[in-house]
């Protein structure tokens, strides 16, 4: 049996203890580990618990900070530069989207930029906190310390797999929208070489030019660069798009590859939230983006047995089904996740 | 020959002439020939003076408002909603950027949602307003009267294909990013089908399912769909893209595709500005933004002949040598401009 389910909550308790164990302080080790578990819920398995282990292992090692405040660096009535001092990502970013809010609420948009936050796994895991307020959200992040993603017409790389996520209220579900602004990301090319497969495209560009879809070149020393969004003819519009999240994310924090680059997987962060009722009322807000749901489903799919889906629908299930009948593991995730169980002395729960 | 060169002051009182005769307000006729022109400085030229028969004719018939401003029906200290009541694009957009600049001076960021704005030609012609103050913008539109673009998985056309552009400072040029987030825009299929050419990749989806590169399939009826940005398997990539923006400019505005679907090329608009210097400081931030740039440009090109380009370069050389040689029309083009000069009676400069 290749994939087994464990309780929710058994597992919330268990990856808190372990970052309680690694030295974080009882309100971060609660913070990392809830939303760590919401990455898998929502189906972002390669940004899901299968991350404890570095999360506990950088809590452990003073690379994360275990206990404090992001800093305020800067504010004005909109926006707001914070300096996480390497606190945890899944603990800093519920912060700065709770204040996003509260600020969209007053001046009509909220923006909070994060340098130095330790990594903050799935993007997708912190919409939500702006979607049940009737808030929409926007989130994009880079990571000053990583060179993964060549620019349009290069075989270097020079920028991070930049995410881009967005979350609006709807009547039936949230949308979430959660991509990499790059043909894939570092993770999903981990788990192809994990997995000894090839990539279900050519998103690699090797150092003597070539297009490939093999995981390895991307280890290799040099490795091959991840090419941006759009590929070989279109690739100038993923590089438009990521130099856009570069520059929102380490420019206007004033801490990027210069500075950064020996932070690992530290991310720079850039949130935005803005409240519809600031342009008009909020619930002929939602009529427009039911209708605009509406009419997307109605389109006639290409595969009549497959109708076209609302992103952020099938997560929403993912998170339904899994907390009612478990939360899903490949053997490969349960390994890593073992690993941290023994290192921090807490047994994995049960399977169910 | 197939290219003529003419004076960009000589086309600018040409331009303004035909639409002062077309009955447009003096202010406006300056506003509309004077961005529509820069369109085909920067070289987009789909979005120049192609445009001018359009818009001098959506003013003869009052499909354009000839005069008056856009009305603020909501507004809060970073954020605020315009009626545009269907005055031309090109007069209201550098209203709006200049008022998202004087809000984000103040509150950080400023953001402003235009509904009912008559077509707003190129995205690209409106950035430097912001970026010559020092100040990052970013600017999406649709098309609520507009069907082009398939959801991803679908056949069907839904949403039109939406623009995003970005402007930021640097020291040599600022970043000028003008991208659709489908596959390609309505505009170059009608080139290709005009120059009896191919389009470059399978951008399009026909009724029965097939991927084309044929753009009169576009033009039957039913028609093709274009697809978004990623295509046939990374296109739920730009199908996230794509309702982020019809999000932020219908919804937003509340006015989408239910109020808006007889109102042909109008446009809904999202202008967001930010202060860098309400973060840190503004030297700062360019050398950051200098420094990205400079690491771009030093990745290794993959054809030694073609190193990497930044976004808004090639633009910005392009208008200095059409400034100083003259600006270049296809026949295609002039054969359009010659209609407009002939319907308006206001014969067109000679070239050079």
């Known amino acids: ?9 058994a597992l919330l308790t268990w990856a808190t203890a372990c970052l309680q164990q690694a030295g974080a302080a009882p309100e971060i080790a609660d913070a990392v580990a809830y939303y760590l578990l919401e990455g898998d819920l929502l189906g972002h398995s ?12 950088w809590l452990a090692q003073g690379k994360s900070l275990n206990k404090g405040q992001p800093e305020v660096l800067a504010e ?23 204040k996003a809010c509260e600020m969209a609420k007053q001046a009509g948009s909220g923006t909070i930029v994060v340098k130095r936050s330790q990594h903050i796994a799935a993007l997708s895991a912190y919409l939500t906190l702006a979607t049940e307020q009737g808030l929409v959200v926007s989130i994009m ?14 075989k270097q790389a020079v920028f991070s797999p930049n995410p881009l996520a967005v979350g609006v209220p709807s009547t039936e579900h ?28 050519k998103a690699l560009i090797t150092p003597d030019g070539q297009w490939s879809d093999d995981p390895l070149t991307f280890f290799q020393q040099p490795g091959a660069a991840l090419a941006p969004l759009g590929g070989e003819l279109l690739g100038y519009k993923g590089y438009g798009l990521t130099l856009f999240s570069e520059i929102w994310t380490m420019a206007l924090s004033q801490y990027g590859r210069t500075q950064g680059h020996q932070d690992g997987d530290a991310n720079s962060v850039w949130v935005q939230v803005l409240d519809p009722s600031a342009f008009g009322s909020q619930s002929q807000f939602i009529e427009e983006v039911d209708a605009l749901f509406a009419q997307a489903r109605a389109a006639q799919p290409i595969k009549p047995d497959k109708p076209v889906r609302i992103p952020g629908q099938q997560a929403c299930l993912n998170k339904q089904r899994q907390l009612r009948e478990g939360v899903e593991y490949s053997a490969a995730t349960l390994k890593v996740m073992q690993r941290c169980a023994e290192r921090y002395q807490q047994p994995l729960p049960e399977p169910l």
């Open 76 to 98: 004005r009535a909109a926006t707001a530069l914070w300096d996480a001092k390497f606190l945890p990502g899944p603990y800093v970013m519920p912060k700065a989207v709770a």
């Open 1 to 9: 049996m290749s994939h087994r389910r464990y309780d929710a909550e």
């Open 141 to 154: 992040c880079s990571t000053p310390g990583q060179q993964a993603v060549a620019p349009y017409g290069a």
């Open 174 to 201: 949230p949308l979430l929208v959660d991509i990499s602004l790059s043909m894939t990301a570092a993770g999903k090319v981990r788990q192809a070489k994990a997995n000894q497969q090839r990539l279900p495209y």
């Open 46 to 57: 390669t940004h899901g618990l299968i991350r404890l282990l570095n999360n506990a292992d």
